[in-house]
């Protein structure tokens, strides 16, 4: 299993990012994915999560009506459009797979930094 993050960056608050995640190595159609970031000195958090279809999105309090999780299963690839930024979503951000039994994959991560 792999994953290919892109994406992140430096932006201005109130500005926007849109990350990707290509993976391989599975059947990506068959398994939910996930978005989580982890900031300095802070436990890792869920971002986002959305189904094997794409019908079924969750996302965390603080960014929700902000980010936008989103599915391409003829690309593999998975997407976190990320509008209205503020400095507290300075992170790096990770996607993850969950497959059968349990065994979970994560990507290298990708750094975003909001500041002006």
């Known amino acids: 299993v792999q994953f290919v993050e892109s994406g992140g960056g430096l932006v201005q608050p109130g500005g926007s990012l849109r990350l990707s995640c290509a993976a391989s190595g599975f059947t990506f159609s068959s398994y939910a994915m996930s978005w989580y970031r982890q900031a300095p000195g802070k436990e890792r958090e869920l971002v986002a999560y959305i189904s094997s279809a794409g019908g079924t999105t969750n996302y965390a309090d603080s960014v929700k009506g902000r980010f936008t999780i989103s599915r391409d299963n003829a690309k593999n690839t998975v997407y976190l459009q990320m509008e209205s930024l503020k400095t507290e979503d300075t992170a790096v951000y990770v996607c993850?797979?969950?497959?059968?039994?349990?065994?979970?994959?994560w990507g290298q991560g990708t750094q975003v930094t909001v500041s002006s």
């Open positions: 993850r797979v969950r497959l059968t039994y349990g065994v979970e994959y």
